[in-house]
């Protein structure tokens, strides 16, 4: 199989506007859609609409990854993604990334047609991914994670320490420096002032000189910034809002459940912040 396009192929207008990641979870306990896309007909069926929405990528997960989740063996997670990207690639003008931290579900992914990794625990769970990601020539995206909240850290000196382990990772995988998006994993790991000072701080792992990759679609962060108790699908404003929010800081790419009502605001952002983008 030849390798897959770089992330400059992939994303062309990466940098020159705020692009919009689709989220398509195949699963049946994620926190907002758990159960709505598990049959391969309606994966597809939401898949399509995403991208017709304006979605730039597609990114689709077999495990759910929110607070409390019950981890699925490597067989049942690939058994879930694996028909929807065979029947998706060859129908998708745009890139679908896969949602795992696992190297044998990356590798199965990206021989049946996803072009991305996307990985929660930064390479760092099962460094063997990057192995695999370079063996494909495929983009990663690091997010920073931790397997405990510490209220008393500075959590952008974690993120740069940790981003710094995930980089050599990919480095002495033979990543290029080029195909690599940071996320700061905004919803994990973190207390929720934390959360807000992950966002705050977006320009500090902007500097880092790599795109950043920013997802708080309806998390329940954002629920406690309600004065009412809210479910995930009542939580477009707020968002919008920390979507808005962190395309002005820096965020290059933002990963939503609700593509239409994030292109037309950041279209505004746009053109505020990127005006040769218009």
Excluded: C
């Excluded at 679908?96 to 990794?117: C, N």
């Excluded at 406690?224 to 404003?237: I, N, S």
């Amino acid at each position: 199989m030849p390798p897959s396009p770089g992330l400059s192929d992939l994303l062309p207008d990466l940098g020159s506007r705020t692009l919009v990641m689709g989220i398509l979870n195949v699963t049946p306990d994620s926190f907002s859609d758990g159960g709505l896309f598990v049959g391969e007909a309606a994966a597809v069926s939401q898949a399509e609409r995403l991208v017709a929405e304006g979605a730039a990528i597609l990114d689709i997960g077999g495990e759910s990854t929110r607070p409390g989740h019950v981890p699925v063996p490597a067989e049942e997670e690939q058994a879930r993604v694996l028909p929807v990207i065979r029947a998706l690639a060859p129908r998708l003008a745009v890139p679908i990334s896969i949602d795992t931290y696992k190297a044998s579900t990356a590798r199965l992914a990206l021989e049946a047609g996803a072009g991305i990794v996307n990985d929660v625990w930064g390479l760092q769970r099962e460094p063997d991914i990057a192995s695999v990601a370079a063996a494909h020539g495929a983009p990663v995206v690091i997010m920073h994670n931790r397997e405990t909240i510490d209220a008393d850290l500075d959590i952008v000196d974690d993120m740069q320490a940790f981003f710094e382990r995930s980089l050599d990772i990919a480095r002495r995988a033979g990543i290029p420096e080029g195909n690599i998006v940071l996320d700061p994993g905004v919803g994990f790991g973190k207390t929720w002032s934390q959360h807000l000072e992950a966002l705050r701080r977006l320009p500090e792992i902007r500097a880092l000189g790599f795109p950043v990759l920013v997802g708080v679609s309806r998390k329940s962060l954002l629920g406690r910034l309600h004065d009412r108790e809210t479910r995930p699908a009542d939580r477009l404003h707020g968002s919008l809002a920390a979507h808005a929010v962190a395309a002005t800081l820096g965020a290059d790419i933002v990963r939503v459940h609700d593509v239409a009502a994030h292109i037309d605001a950041l279209r505004v952002v746009d053109a505020v912040m990127r005006p040769e983008a218009r």
